[in-house]
């Protein structure tokens, strides 16, 4: 790899496929490079983690409830499914909502990808199908050098062959 990158096949390929899974060196700063490339030609990224995110639809698309952590308090109500629900709104619509005028779109950039669900990615893959404006990159696993792919290839062989 070049010491200096333009960043230019990654955007472009996201132009192309929507959704590219990339495979990143262990010990980081390449993400942080081509976000920045991203963020340069006019696109806006956000960026979380896929640890605890349940379920993904759910969480980017749609209201969705969450519940804060106990710790170690129990719930003032009487049960174990009553207690406080705070219902947030759908992160990409949120999201897309805020953008600039002159934004090119929102880049959805999910580090730890490689504990989702081949479901999950195959959401991920058609969610920019789904919304134009969004475009999704998902760290799909190590590698030696930055390297990527389009997202419905890095799908698993035994979920390709169903």
């Not at 192309?16 to 390449?30: C, D, I, Q, T």
């Not at 209201?63 to 804060?68: A, D, K």
């Not at 090119?104 to 959401?123: P, R």
């Amino acid at each position: 790899m070049a010491l200096i990158t333009t960043g230019n096949g990654l955007i472009r390929d996201l132009e192309k496929f929507g959704s590219v899974g990339v495979y990143v060196p262990l010990e980081g700063g390449f993400e942080g490079r081509y976000r920045r490339r991203l963020r340069a030609t006019g696109y806006t990224t956000l960026v979380f983690t896929a640890r605890g995110l349940g379920d993904v639809a759910a969480y980017l698309t749609g209201v969705h409830g969450v519940r804060p952590p106990h710790l170690g308090k129990k719930s003032s109500g009487s049960g174990a499914a009553v207690g406080n629900v705070y219902y947030l709104p759908p992160i990409v619509g949120y999201q897309l909502e805020q953008l600039p005028p002159k934004s090119k779109g929102l880049v959805l950039w999910i580090i730890e990808g490689h504990i989702l669900s081949d479901q999950e990615v195959e959401f991920l893959t058609n969610l920019p199908s789904l919304e134009p404006r969004v475009k999704v990159v998902v760290e799909r696993g190590g590698d030696r050098a930055f390297r990527w792919k389009a997202l419905k290839d890095t799908f698993s062989a035994t979920y390709q062959a169903v």
